[in-house]
């Protein structure tokens, strides 16, 4: 019996002496020095802000430019980094069929051109007939009969030529339309810009409905960026408001931005940019800022910025 308290005592003794020890490592162990994080957070450039996250886009947004009809492409006239001025083109549909359509419509109009030829020819004769009819009419050597008959000859003719005439206008019609839609065929630049994107080649399919869009143009020698503010601070936001962004890992450098315009359609937040806390079933106020695209520190369309509104 004194032996099993003997041993009861050791092992209690045994247990505080190990929590003791357990309680002093972790002592020493949150006494270690906190690393400071490996980029420095952005200074709040205000007394008073509100934080957003933007993405970078050109400027008057992204042109995404596609194509009139379903087709196989022909060739692409441009690359990225291509700067083109509005109209010039950008890429070819196969033209082949509409091409083939064209020579049979133009052979169409020289038919009609003939015909017109030859009714203008009988119109002639026809004419010349009545004019000699009616004078052997008028000392009543010719009949009334011949003379009607001859009238009647001569608005059959008459029509016919209208008729010839207006199918020559008709091929005519034909033919602008046909070559109206081989010129729909080259996609033009709407607008003077950068080519950002090309996501089509010589030899592909493309449709109207693709969800990947066959060319992204876009002016990038100013950029703005689309900011997006949660909508329970969006009634802060003012007109006007100064705002400074920063790149994602470059804090020490801000960029000054300028006012454009607030969007006044709140709408799902889509932009995400991968923090543990964001969150994603919010809508937000979108505020558009614009800035130049300096050379010495490019800022390319789709980054993303952390921007400070002042209040």
């Known amino acids: 019996m004194i032996l099993f308290k003997r041993l009861s005592f050791y092992l209690a003794l045994l247990g505080m002496v190990g929590i003791t020890t357990f309680v002093l490592r972790l002592r020493a162990s949150s006494s270690e020095p906190i690393l400071p994080p490996p980029l420095a957070p952005p200074a709040k450039p205000f007394a008073k802000a509100i934080g957003a996250s933007g993405l970078v886009e050109a400027r008057r947004e992204n042109t995404l430019v596609g194509v009139p009809v379903p087709g ?10 291509d700067r083109v001025q509005p109209g010039a083109p950008l890429l070819e549909l196969d033209d082949r069929e509409l091409r083939a359509a064209l020579a049979a419509q133009r052979a169409q109009v020289a038919v009609t051109e003939a015909q017109i030829v030859t009714a203008r020819a009988t119109l002639r004769r026809i004419r010349d007939s009545l004019v000699r009819i009616e004078r052997l009419r008028e000392g009543n050597v010719a ?21 010839a005439e207006a199918q020559r206008l008709a091929a005519l ?18 607008i003077g810009g950068t080519i950002l994107q090309v996501n089509v080649r010589a030899g592909e399919y493309v449709s109207t409905a693709s969800a990947v869009t066959p060319l992204v143009l876009g002016d990038i020698d100013e950029v703005q960026v ?11 936001v003012r007109a006007g408001a100064k705002a400074v962004g920063y790149l994602k890992g470059d804090s020490a450098r801000p960029i000054a931005m300028e006012f454009v315009r607030i969007e006044p359609y709140v709408v799902p937040k889509r932009s ?7 969150r994603v079933d919010t809508r937000v ?27």
């Open 226 to 236: 689309r900011a997006d503010v949660d909508e329970q601070v969006a009634p802060r």
């Open 72 to 81: 196989l492409v022909k060739s692409v006239k441009v690359a990225v980094w």
């Open 285 to 311: 106020l979108q505020v558009i800022y614009r800035f130049p695209n300096a050379p010495g520190r490019p800022v390319y369309v789709g980054q993303q910025l952390d921007l400070y509104i002042e209040e």
């Open 173 to 190: 019609a034909t033919v602008t339309q046909t070559e109206t839609l081989i010129e729909r065929l080259t996609v033009r630049a709407p």
């Open 272 to 278: 995400l940019t991968g923090a543990s806390t964001e």
């Open 143 to 163: 009949s009334e009969e011949a003379l009607e008959s001859t009238r009647n000859e001569a608005a059959v003719a008459e029509a016919q030529v209208a008729t």
